[in-house]
């Protein structure tokens, strides 16, 4: 336990933000996962809006330092190969 005041906000807040990252790295695998089953099944129309909030969930993950921005891009290219292979 950290003796120095401000050190022990320091771990209160990791710990917090610890929590709220992995809320919004299950939330990016949550909406992948959904898009891939709506291209699967060919759902056209939901899958275009699914792409859509996939890509804004990623990229407000990597905006706010929670994922690489690279990690973000990867992420999305894969998501977007894989909804054009299942789509095909």
């Known amino acids: 336990m ?4 401000s050190a022990a ?4 807040k ?3 933000n610890r929590v709220r990252n ?3 790295k299950s939330k990016i695998k949550t909406y992948v996962k959904k898009t891939k089953a709506a291209a699967l099944q060919e759902h056209k129309e939901a899958v275009v809006g699914m792409v859509s909030e996939s890509y804004s969930v990623i990229d407000k993950a990597a905006e706010r330092g929670i994922i690489h921005k690279n990690q973000a891009a990867r992420r999305k ?3 977007m190969k894989a909804v054009n292979k299942l789509a095909v």
């Open 9 to 12: 906000k320091d771990v209160k």
């Open 22 to 24: 992995l809320d919004t």
């Open 2 to 5: 950290p003796n120095i005041k």
């Open 77 to 79: 290219s894969r998501l």
């Open 14 to 16: 990791s710990r917090q």
